[in-house]
Nanobody, 121 residues
Framework: QVQLMESGGGLVQAGGSLRLSCAAS????????MAWYRQAPGKQRELVAN???????MYADSVEGRFTISRDNDRNTIFLQMNSLKPEDTAVYYC???????????????WGQGTQVTVFS
């Protein structure tokens, strides 16, 4: 069974920084695109950033220049470095990954449980 575990969320003052981590584990044959999403109260879940297997990255306009997504393929882990945080960044941040199962060889999307990020002014 494949699982994703996020960590690194917390309470931070506006202008501060946080670094989120997401580690994939279980019956993994390979990991493709991985991404960070976020969902604020009363809002739809939105894509924050994604990163391909080769390291190509894309960012939402709202975080461009402030957030950086990266990955460690040896550890099946991605990171989200968040700088210059704003109150509007407050949300639950979710990890998503396209993972090919070791036994079934099916490529499926998986979600983590989410980690809360709260930015106060």
């Amino acid at each position: 069974q494949v699982q994703l575990m996020e960590s690194g969320g917390g309470l931070v003052q506006a202008g501060g920084s946080l670094r989120l981590s997401c580690a994939a584990s279980g019956s993994i044959a390979s990991v493709g695109v991985m991404a960070w999403y976020r969902q604020a109260p009363g809002k739809q879940r939105e894509l924050v950033a994604n990163i391909g297997g080769g390291g190509d990255t894309m960012y939402a306009d709202s975080v461009e220049g402030r957030f950086t997504i990266s990955r460690d393929n040896d550890r099946n882990t991605i990171f989200l470095q968040m700088n210059s945080l704003k109150p509007e960044d407050t949300a639950v941040y979710y990890c998503n990954a396209a993972i090919r199962d070791r036994f079934t060889y099916r490529l499926l999307g998986h979600w983590g449980q989410g980690t809360q990020v709260t930015v106060f002014s």
